[in-house]
């Protein structure tokens, strides 16, 4: 069974520009959410989506969106990028159910200079 | 608004003994699930141990287990028999039960394994 796949796994963009990062979900799994990992603040929660519906969405500016399509894989775009969105983006997939896990992808790896 | 600590930036242990990696949150809530995540060196962070509030025995998973005290918000992981590939970031994180899968996660425990 094959994991959560993310691509790119590596992106170097120039500020201003913007960039589209992927996720592909487990098999079977309806929701994605999405995390910014920085080494100044830790694990930031970005959006959760659930059949194609943002349910959730973390303190962060307008210039960060995403969307799920209907098989579920998801994508979040920034757009103006900044130096400060330098960081590890990270996806994870859930199946459902109340006590269920999140499987986690090895993310991408964004560099803005 | 739910937050989570982790007091200890790095921890350090020797091959074969037992560490002990601390977490604390704080919730109004009294349903709620705990996990321990583990980020090795390849970014990919996998779960180590799940806890639900509910219940009031320690989950255990082969060489890790947990201390879940709930009235003190405390939620601490012991690795025993500690191994090299043991080394890594450790997250501790906190998730309502219902209607999201949002973590909410702690600064994270570097832990090194020492030959």
């Known amino acids: 069974k094959a994991g959560v796949t993310q691509t790119p796994r590596y992106l170097i963009k120039t500020r201003g520009q913007q960039v589209t990062l992927s996720c592909s979900p487990i098999s079977g799994h309806r929701s994605v959410s999405w995390y910014q990992q920085t080494p100044g603040q830790g694990l930031q929660f970005l959006f959760e989506y659930f059949s194609e519906t943002q349910r959730n969405k973390g303190n962060f500016p307008g210039r960060f969106s995403g969307r799920q399509f209907s098989n579920s894989r998801s994508e979040m775009n920034v757009s103006t990028l900044e130096l400060g969105d330098s960081a590890l983006y990270l996806c994870?997939?859930?199946?459902?159910?109340?006590?269920?896990?999140?499987?986690f992808g090895q993310g991408t790896r964004l560099t803005v200079v | 608004a739910q937050t989570v600590t982790q007091s200890q930036p790095e921890m350090s242990v020797q091959e074969a003994e037992t560490v002990t990696l601390s977490c604390t949150y704080d919730?109004?809530?009294?349903?709620?699930?705990l996990f321990w995540y583990k980020q090795p060196p390849s970014r990919q962070m996998i779960l180590v141990i799940r806890?639900?509030?509910?219940?009031?025995q320690n989950a255990t998973e082969n060489r890790f287990s947990v201390n879940f005290q709930k009235a003190a918000k405390s939620f601490s992981l012991k690795i025993s028999d500690s191994q090299l590939g043991d080394a890594a970031m450790y997250f501790c994180a906190y998730r309502r039960p219902q209607g999201t899968y949002k973590y909410i996660f702690g600064t994270g425990t570097r832990l090194k394994v020492l030959a």
């Open positions: 994870a997939s859930f199946k459902g159910g109340g006590n269920t896990e999140a499987f």
């Open positions: 919730t109004s809530e009294s349903d709620y699930y």
């Open positions: 806890q639900e509030a509910y219940k009031q």
